[in-house]
């Protein structure tokens, strides 16, 4: 009558897990100092997604599901708890995606969107720092400007921006950190 299912592979659960328990999901989930979470119930490492260049993972607990920062879970068990109720998980050479503990420390958002989308790191940008100088540099030596030999617009075509942002790069309101 019933067919008895054979040779199913499951994966099997290492001696030791690595990591340590998530705090408030003890017993349900663990966390190892790379960012990996091990799931109990599923015996192997889950998976996370991307939202908006952060890494983050759906937990669950009592039926209950919710998202954590990959990067706040790790500062959480193996730093301290939040210090402050504003604070994130700040990546410390600028890559989202490598949630170790040296990475991370604590930061407020606005230190962290100020590092991180400035010039190049700025993933909309169109200029590279080389550009900014170059239209910077045209403009001290008197090339670019009202009745110059290139006005604003024609400096903006010849980059692909548009004549305020030329403006805003020669009086240095963007690209500050040049």
């Known amino acids: 009558m019933y067919k008895r299912r054979r040779n199913i592979k499951r994966p099997r659960p290492p001696k030791v897990i690595p990591g340590k328990d998530i705090q408030g999901f003890e017993g349900i989930y663990r ?14 490492f889950r998976a996370t997604c991307d939202h908006g260049g952060v890494e983050y993972i759906q937990l669950h607990k009592d039926k209950v599901k919710t998202w954590h920062s990959v990067g706040v879970l790790v500062l959480e068990a193996y730093v301290c708890k939040r210090p402050f109720p504003e604070a994130v998980a700040m990546h410390i050479d600028g890559k989202p995606f490598h949630n170790t503990v040296d990475n991370l420390k604590w930061s407020t958002n606005q230190k962290v969107m100020s590092r991180t989308m400035r010039g190049e790191n700025n993933n909309k940008t169109i200029l590279k720092d080389e550009d900014v100088l170059k239209i910077r540099t045209m403009y001290a030596e008197g090339i670019v400007g009202r009745g110059k030999q290139y006005s604003l617009a024609e400096t903006g ?5 548009s004549r305020p942002s030329v403006w805003r790069i020669i009086h240095r309101y963007t690209w500050t950190h040049i």
């Not at 075509?157 to 921006?161: E, H, L, N, R, V």
């Open 31 to 44: 966390i190892t100092p790379d960012g990996k979470i091990w799931s109990y119930k599923l015996n192997d």
């Open 157 to 161: 075509k010849m980059f692909g921006i």
